[in-house]
T-cell receptor, first 115, second 113 residues
Framework: AQKITQTQPGMFVQEKEAVTLDCTYD???????LFWYKQPSSGEMIFLIYQGSYDEQNATEGRYSLNFQKARKSANLVISASQLGDSAMYFC????????????FGKGTSLLVTP | EADIYQTPRYLVIGTGKKITLECSQT?????MYWYQQDPGMELHLIHY???????EKGDLSSESTVSRIRTEHFPLTLESARPSHTSQYLC????????????FGPGTRLTVL
Protein backbone atom coordinates (compact mmCIF):
# COMPACT_ATOMS: atom_id res chain seq x y z
CA ALA A 1 0.00 0.00 0.00
CA GLN A 2 1.12 3.52 -0.70
CA LYS A 3 1.34 6.34 1.77
CA ILE A 4 1.99 10.04 1.26
CA THR A 5 2.99 12.13 4.27
CA GLN A 6 2.98 15.91 4.46
CA THR A 7 4.07 16.94 7.94
CA GLN A 8 3.56 20.71 7.66
CA PRO A 9 -0.12 21.60 8.18
CA GLY A 10 0.65 25.29 7.68
CA MET A 11 3.55 27.41 6.44
CA PHE A 12 4.23 31.13 6.21
CA VAL A 13 6.60 32.79 3.78
CA GLN A 14 7.31 36.39 2.95
CA GLU A 15 6.74 37.64 -0.56
CA LYS A 16 9.75 37.13 -2.89
CA GLU A 17 11.29 34.51 -0.59
CA ALA A 18 11.66 30.81 -1.45
CA VAL A 19 9.77 28.13 0.45
CA THR A 20 10.04 24.34 0.63
CA LEU A 21 7.01 22.14 1.21
CA ASP A 22 7.84 18.66 2.45
CA CYS A 23 6.53 15.37 1.12
CA THR A 24 7.64 11.85 1.96
CA TYR A 25 6.20 8.70 0.49
CA ASP A 26 6.18 4.98 0.96
CA UNK A 27 5.66 2.47 -1.80
CA UNK A 28 6.80 -0.99 -2.80
CA UNK A 29 6.52 -0.16 -6.50
CA UNK A 30 9.75 0.18 -8.47
CA UNK A 31 8.14 2.52 -10.97
CA UNK A 32 6.03 5.36 -9.64
CA UNK A 33 5.09 8.94 -10.28
CA LEU A 34 4.79 11.88 -7.92
CA PHE A 35 2.66 14.96 -8.45
CA TRP A 36 2.13 18.30 -6.77
CA TYR A 37 -1.16 20.17 -7.01
CA LYS A 38 -2.23 23.61 -5.81
CA GLN A 39 -5.74 24.21 -4.50
CA PRO A 40 -6.75 27.87 -4.03
CA SER A 41 -9.72 28.81 -1.87
CA SER A 42 -11.93 28.55 -4.96
CA GLY A 43 -11.50 24.77 -4.77
CA GLU A 44 -10.10 23.71 -8.12
CA MET A 45 -7.01 21.49 -8.27
CA ILE A 46 -4.21 22.93 -10.38
CA PHE A 47 -1.41 20.66 -11.58
CA LEU A 48 2.04 22.06 -10.81
CA ILE A 49 4.76 19.50 -11.43
CA TYR A 50 5.46 15.80 -12.02
CA GLN A 51 8.44 13.59 -11.16
CA GLY A 52 8.86 10.03 -12.39
CA SER A 53 10.82 7.59 -10.27
CA TYR A 54 13.27 6.91 -13.10
CA ASP A 55 13.77 10.55 -14.06
CA GLU A 56 17.42 11.39 -13.57
CA GLN A 57 16.89 15.12 -13.27
CA ASN A 58 14.76 16.94 -10.75
CA ALA A 59 11.62 18.32 -12.38
CA THR A 60 11.25 22.07 -12.84
CA GLU A 61 8.32 24.16 -14.08
CA GLY A 62 8.88 27.89 -13.95
CA ARG A 63 9.09 28.94 -10.28
CA TYR A 64 8.36 25.38 -9.12
CA SER A 65 11.01 22.74 -8.70
CA LEU A 66 10.96 19.33 -7.11
CA ASN A 67 13.75 18.22 -4.82
CA PHE A 68 13.56 14.47 -5.44
CA GLN A 69 15.64 12.27 -3.12
CA LYS A 70 14.80 8.70 -4.03
CA ALA A 71 16.83 7.01 -1.30
CA ARG A 72 15.11 9.12 1.35
CA LYS A 73 11.72 8.72 -0.39
CA SER A 74 11.13 12.44 -0.37
CA ALA A 75 9.77 14.75 -3.07
CA ASN A 76 9.78 18.27 -1.68
CA LEU A 77 8.28 21.16 -3.64
CA VAL A 78 10.34 24.34 -3.82
CA ILE A 79 8.61 27.57 -4.77
CA SER A 80 11.02 30.36 -5.60
CA ALA A 81 10.22 34.08 -5.42
CA SER A 82 6.87 33.59 -3.66
CA GLN A 83 3.94 35.72 -4.76
CA LEU A 84 0.76 36.63 -2.88
CA GLY A 85 -1.18 34.48 -5.35
CA ASP A 86 0.74 31.43 -4.18
CA SER A 87 -1.31 31.37 -0.97
CA ALA A 88 -3.23 28.09 -1.20
CA MET A 89 -3.32 24.45 -0.13
CA TYR A 90 -0.62 22.30 -1.70
CA PHE A 91 -1.04 18.55 -2.10
CA CYS A 92 1.57 15.92 -2.85
CA UNK A 93 0.21 12.82 -4.59
CA UNK A 94 1.36 9.49 -5.94
CA UNK A 95 -0.06 7.50 -8.84
CA UNK A 96 -1.70 4.23 -7.78
CA UNK A 97 -1.25 1.51 -10.38
CA UNK A 98 -3.89 -0.67 -8.68
CA UNK A 99 -6.64 1.95 -9.04
CA UNK A 100 -6.46 2.90 -12.69
CA UNK A 101 -3.59 5.31 -12.05
CA UNK A 102 -5.72 7.32 -9.63
CA UNK A 103 -3.88 9.58 -7.20
CA UNK A 104 -3.26 8.97 -3.51
CA PHE A 105 -3.01 12.34 -1.80
CA GLY A 106 -1.26 13.60 1.30
CA LYS A 107 -3.15 15.73 3.81
CA GLY A 108 -1.84 18.93 2.29
CA THR A 109 0.05 22.01 3.46
CA SER A 110 -1.60 25.40 3.75
CA LEU A 111 0.78 28.10 2.52
CA LEU A 112 0.28 31.75 3.35
CA VAL A 113 2.40 34.35 1.56
CA THR A 114 2.67 37.62 3.46
CA PRO A 115 3.61 41.05 2.04
CA GLU B 1 -5.68 24.71 -19.67
CA ALA B 2 -7.64 21.50 -19.19
CA ASP B 3 -11.12 21.16 -20.68
CA ILE B 4 -13.04 19.36 -17.97
CA TYR B 5 -16.36 20.64 -16.71
CA GLN B 6 -18.57 19.98 -13.74
CA THR B 7 -22.13 21.04 -13.07
CA PRO B 8 -23.56 22.26 -10.86
CA ARG B 9 -20.79 24.13 -9.07
CA TYR B 10 -22.89 24.44 -5.93
CA LEU B 11 -25.91 22.41 -4.82
CA VAL B 12 -28.00 22.63 -1.68
CA ILE B 13 -30.59 19.88 -1.42
CA GLY B 14 -32.84 18.19 1.11
CA THR B 15 -32.39 14.74 2.58
CA GLY B 16 -33.76 11.89 0.48
CA LYS B 17 -33.48 13.59 -2.89
CA LYS B 18 -31.85 11.90 -5.88
CA ILE B 19 -29.05 13.93 -7.43
CA THR B 20 -26.69 13.58 -10.36
CA LEU B 21 -23.40 15.43 -10.55
CA GLU B 22 -22.26 15.96 -14.11
CA CYS B 23 -18.69 15.71 -15.40
CA SER B 24 -17.57 16.11 -19.00
CA GLN B 25 -14.18 16.36 -20.68
CA THR B 26 -13.30 17.26 -24.24
CA UNK B 27 -9.74 15.92 -24.26
CA UNK B 28 -10.64 12.38 -25.37
CA UNK B 29 -9.15 10.97 -22.18
CA UNK B 30 -9.79 7.31 -21.47
CA UNK B 31 -9.48 7.38 -17.69
CA MET B 32 -11.82 9.37 -15.48
CA TYR B 33 -12.12 9.67 -11.71
CA TRP B 34 -14.34 10.98 -8.93
CA TYR B 35 -12.82 12.16 -5.66
CA GLN B 36 -14.50 13.35 -2.48
CA GLN B 37 -12.92 16.06 -0.33
CA ASP B 38 -14.05 17.43 3.00
CA PRO B 39 -12.99 21.04 3.74
CA GLY B 40 -9.26 21.36 4.37
CA MET B 41 -8.70 17.63 3.99
CA GLU B 42 -7.11 15.31 1.46
CA LEU B 43 -8.94 13.89 -1.54
CA HIS B 44 -10.27 10.34 -1.49
CA LEU B 45 -11.01 8.25 -4.59
CA ILE B 46 -14.63 7.06 -4.77
CA HIS B 47 -14.95 5.86 -8.40
CA TYR B 48 -12.86 5.48 -11.53
CA UNK B 49 -13.22 4.32 -15.10
CA UNK B 50 -10.74 2.96 -17.63
CA UNK B 51 -13.02 3.81 -20.55
CA UNK B 52 -16.50 3.31 -21.99
CA UNK B 53 -18.55 0.70 -20.07
CA UNK B 54 -15.86 0.43 -17.38
CA UNK B 55 -16.54 1.54 -13.80
CA GLU B 56 -14.73 0.62 -10.58
CA LYS B 57 -15.13 1.57 -6.92
CA GLY B 58 -12.32 3.38 -5.19
CA ASP B 59 -10.89 3.13 -1.72
CA LEU B 60 -13.49 5.26 0.01
CA SER B 61 -16.79 3.55 0.59
CA SER B 62 -19.49 5.52 -1.16
CA GLU B 63 -23.22 5.15 -1.64
CA SER B 64 -22.95 6.80 -5.02
CA THR B 65 -22.95 5.15 -8.44
CA VAL B 66 -21.36 6.15 -11.75
CA SER B 67 -21.81 5.34 -15.41
CA ARG B 68 -19.60 5.67 -18.50
CA ILE B 69 -21.67 5.36 -21.63
CA ARG B 70 -19.63 7.93 -23.59
CA THR B 71 -15.93 8.67 -23.40
CA GLU B 72 -16.46 12.30 -22.53
CA HIS B 73 -19.15 11.90 -19.87
CA PHE B 74 -18.85 10.43 -16.33
CA PRO B 75 -21.84 11.34 -14.13
CA LEU B 76 -22.11 10.49 -10.44
CA THR B 77 -25.51 9.74 -8.90
CA LEU B 78 -26.70 9.68 -5.30
CA GLU B 79 -30.03 7.86 -5.11
CA SER B 80 -30.96 9.29 -1.71
CA ALA B 81 -28.91 12.18 -0.41
CA ARG B 82 -28.05 12.38 3.30
CA PRO B 83 -26.30 15.05 5.40
CA SER B 84 -23.22 12.76 5.55
CA HIS B 85 -22.86 13.27 1.77
CA THR B 86 -22.12 16.96 2.31
CA SER B 87 -18.69 17.47 0.75
CA GLN B 88 -16.86 18.65 -2.34
CA TYR B 89 -16.82 16.28 -5.31
CA LEU B 90 -14.00 16.61 -7.83
CA CYS B 91 -13.94 14.94 -11.23
CA UNK B 92 -10.66 14.30 -13.06
CA UNK B 93 -9.40 12.70 -16.24
CA UNK B 94 -6.11 11.50 -17.70
CA UNK B 95 -4.82 10.03 -20.92
CA UNK B 96 -3.89 6.47 -21.79
CA UNK B 97 -0.31 6.56 -20.53
CA UNK B 98 0.32 6.01 -16.84
CA UNK B 99 2.53 9.07 -16.75
CA UNK B 100 -0.19 11.34 -18.08
CA UNK B 101 -1.13 14.22 -15.86
CA UNK B 102 -4.52 14.05 -14.20
CA UNK B 103 -6.60 17.17 -14.81
CA PHE B 104 -9.38 18.24 -12.50
CA GLY B 105 -12.69 19.94 -12.99
CA PRO B 106 -13.71 22.91 -10.83
CA GLY B 107 -15.63 20.71 -8.37
CA THR B 108 -19.18 20.54 -7.04
CA ARG B 109 -19.81 21.67 -3.48
CA LEU B 110 -22.77 19.65 -2.20
CA THR B 111 -24.73 20.49 0.94
CA VAL B 112 -27.45 18.13 2.10
CA LEU B 113 -29.79 19.58 4.70
Amino acid sequence: AQKITQTQPGMFVQEKEAVTLDCTYDTSDQSYGLFWYKQPSSGEMIFLIYQGSYDEQNATEGRYSLNFQKARKSANLVISASQLGDSAMYFCAMRDLDSGYALNFGKGTSLLVTP
Amino acid sequence: EADIYQTPRYLVIGTGKKITLECSQTMGHDKMYWYQQDPGMELHLIHYSYGVNSTEKGDLSSESTVSRIRTEHFPLTLESARPSHTSQYLCASSGRQGTDTQYFGPGTRLTVL
